[in-house]
């Protein structure tokens, strides 16, 4: 291997090290939304707001993905625990024009509607339990 080739090598290893750790740190993170006041949220998801639904968790998946399962057990089980939340998972497999039209690129992403479908906040990889309570208007817990 010549020294030009050694170095790019280098150069290529330490950029997608710096990649990955980036994105291993944004994973989970809860992030206001940017999106615009009119995001589609609960027409995307297929459903309408029930009278007690104030926010929709749209889980966007793909088949095999385990950090998906365990978002969806996370966000079915606070759905169940706290009254006027509402969990739909959404395969992007099946339903790639979702994924498209909430820009979202990887999975999962969950992202997170008021009863009137704008964006309330998105978050990457699996949601921290926590910061996403503490993010989401919530008032009761069943």
Do not use: K, N, Y
């Not at 089980?77 to 979702?98: M, Q, T, Y």
Request: with cysteine; glycine share 8%; hydrophobic share 45%.
């Amino acid at each position: 291997m010549s020294v030009v080739g050694a170095v790019v090598l280098v150069v290529v290893l330490v950029v997608a090290t710096a990649i990955g750790l980036v994105l291993q740190r944004r994973a989970g993170r809860v992030r206001a939304s940017t999106a615009p006041s009119t995001a589609p949220g609960w027409d995307l998801a297929g459903v309408g707001p029930g009278t007690d639904d104030r926010v929709l968790l749209l889980q966007l998946s793909s088949p095999i993905c385990t950090p998906c399962d365990r978002t969806r057990e996370q966000l079915t089980a606070l759905a169940d625990e706290h009254d006027g939340l509402r969990h739909v998972d959404v395969d992007i497999a099946e339903r790639p024009e979702v994924a498209r039209a909430l820009h979202v690129m990887r999975t999962p992403t969950t992202v997170a509607f008021d009863r009137h479908g704008t964006e309330l906040l998105r978050v990457g990889g699996v949601p921290r339990r926590a910061d996403l309570l503490a993010a989401l208007p919530l008032e009761e817990t069943r």
